[in-house]
């Protein structure tokens, strides 16, 4: 039974890396002016469905999604049970269980677009910013997303990512390829968080109601640095989705 819950959990995995993948393509092909958009994960979604078998493709979007809400619930609820209760490992079940939350909540979107909803178009947080305490809400969004943009730079530098990987059957230059692989990748999700966070610190302060996405990030990142900076962002995220890919491959999950 551990079995099919690890290859679930690796499935997960790898759907999160086309997630990625996806994003990172349609965002360098705009900022290399060869089609594409700038892409969130919404917009990954809507690309997939308008493919040749577009609707099965969604379904096993869906799918993967909710084997990585599987990993990531697991991790929170089961990983740190031999933990004492420390500051570090609540701060990790908490993360975990975010995670798992927003790619649910992802999944979610995609069944909605194979039974025919679509997408509203409004996130959860669009409608926690018309309550009274958009502003406090703004703040707190930006807090967590600017903690998360350390965590990934501190993953990406003290190599803990590594810990993902099983690389007791990688040769040697598959291991160093690993290494620069997720180095960049996490670094690029840290730039990513940085300036999203930054974006919801800025609205806080102007008043503004408004979600921040990562297409405002390549927004911002095309305005203040140009395209190509924004296309080498870009490429960063589809080298973090192939880390992804490698990671569900070669995983360390640890599943009873």
Not at 3 to 23: D, H, M, P, Q
Not at 172 to 184: D, F, M, R, S, Y
């Amino acid at each position: 039974m551990s079995s099919k819950k690890r290859n679930f959990a690796r499935f997960g995995v790898a759907t999160k890396g086309v997630v990625y993948l996806l994003i990172g393509s349609l965002t360098a092909l705009a900022a290399f002016n060869l089609g594409g958009q700038k892409a969130n994960s919404g917009n990954v979604l809507d690309f997939i469905s308008k493919q040749a078998f577009g609707q099965i493709l969604l379904v096993a979007i869906a799918a993967g999604l909710v084997g990585y809400v599987f990993w990531r619930w697991y991790q929170a609820f089961t990983s740190f049970e031999k933990e004492t209760s420390t500051s570090k490992s609540v701060v990790k079940r908490i993360a975990y269980f975010g995670s798992g939350l927003f790619y649910g909540l992802l999944a979610f979107s995609a069944i909605k677009r194979v039974m025919g909803a679509g997408s509203d178009g409004k996130s959860m947080v669009s409608s926690l910013l018309n309550s009274t305490y958009a502003t406090t809400i703004l703040i707190v969004i930006g807090v967590i997303i600017l903690i998360k943009s350390l965590y990934e730079f501190y993953q990406a530098y003290s190599g803990k990512f590594r810990e993902q990987v099983d690389e007791s059957d990688l040769k040697e230059k598959a291991k160093k390829l690993v290494i620069n692989v997720g180095k960049i990748g996490h670094t690029a999700r840290g730039v990513v968080s940085g300036i999203m966070a930054y974006l919801f610190f800025k609205a806080a302060y102007q008043g503004s109601r408004s979600d921040v996405g990562k297409v405002d990030v390549f927004n911002f990142l095309q305005d203040t640095f140009g395209q190509t900076i924004m296309g080498i962002i870009a490429v960063g995220l589809i080298i973090y989705g192939i880390f992804m890919l490698i990671t569900s491959k070669y995983s360390s999950l640890n599943i009873n």
